[in-house]
């Protein structure tokens, strides 16, 4: 068989023609997904499931519970690609979970039980990348967690509560991991600058009640009375109380419901819209919470309501708790900053701070062997007692 040999300037010729050809074509992938949900679903789909030994260490780790073992830590490595691509999905702004609403209270939210144990596995890293001296990467972990905490959303209730949840295990390692490390102006000042360029949209319960509303108001017709009955009571005889609905006077019941149930939804909004303290608007939600009960004896309009209404007070003190312990997070910061420029302590909390929601006031700051404490002022209602955040200062 012939060959061509080419040498000098033929090869250099020839060459140069390729390279140019292959110039001219336009090479692209296709487009990465612009939906951060999607890259969560296939983060967990690549999650190696551990068996309940590994699951149990995986949770002890996260919480700070254990010290990371080799056992653990080749466990955290093989969950490499799930962790890449859940931090991918967290930096990126839109996330749509593709949730069925329109099912009501029927709908289905597996993505809250992934989102967790997400999360877990994240802070789980973080805390062994901290306990090995890499303290920025720990941060980023921890960084990644609390935007998913923002990505899982206030559209439900169940939703928002999750969402705390998920990002107070971000803020309890970033806690210990300020309180480990060693004074690093850099990184702290790095650490400042995350922290304030996280997402600006707040996540509320205000949002969720506006979904809540919306569904029980679609739920609360006759052609839905299957789902409500579920709703109310799971494996009621359906065809006993649409009985009694029918007794109740059917659809003019129902209408007197729906009217009763919009209005007093509409009430919980407007006291959340308030410019009151934490105090005023706490006690306003838990009479609210009460008068549909009382309603019901007298007016049967309020009965779906007595049933449906969610416990907001309850709710609220969950938002406020979460809010005042991010602020802590911030101050704090603040704090170990000065440490790091100065090296020691202020001798009092430096102002312009974030604030304690619980009373609307700076936090308290007290020095301590061993680091400081940051007391809140107010009282938190629903837990019944006042929160103090402790920050250890390594040696």
Known sequence: MNTINLKGPRRVFCLTLIIGTLAGLSFAYPPDPDNA????????????????????????LATGKMAPNEQIKQYIKSCRATI???????????????????????????????ARDLSRLIIAEARIRAAEGAY??????????LKLSQHIGDETIISFLVSIAVGGRANNCITDILGNMPADLETLTWLKSQLAQMPTRVLSVKAALKTEKETALKTAQLENMDELIEALEPGANKEAALKKIAELGGEAFLEKNRDYYAKYMDSL???????MPYTRIYEELKKLSDKPGKDAVEDPGATLTAALAPALSKVYGNEVRAKTHSNA????????????????????????????????????YEKKSGGFVLHCLGKDLDKNETHSYEFGVSK
Not at 86 to 112: E, I, V
Request: hydrophobic share 40%; glycine share 8%.
């Open 84 to 114: 890449d691509y859940a931090t991918a999905a967290a930096d990126m702004q839109h996330c749509n979970w593709g949730l069925r609403y329109s099912k009501g209270f029927s709908a289905s939210f597996p993505h809250l039980a992934q």
């Open 136 to 145: 920025r990467q720990g941060f980023d972990d921890c960084l990644t967690v």
């Open 269 to 275: 909004q407007a006291t959340l819209d308030s410019a």
């Open 37 to 60: 949900a999607l890259l969560y679903y296939q983060a967990y789909l690549m999650y190696p499931q551990p068996d309940n030994a590994t699951r149990d260490m995986v949770d002890q």
């Open 329 to 364: 997070i911030k101050a704090a910061v603040e704090i170990y900053i000065l440490k790091a420029t100065t090296g020691k302590l202020p001798g009092g909390l430096p102002v312009g701070l974030p604030k304690d929601l619980f009373s609307g006031q700076d936090f308290g």
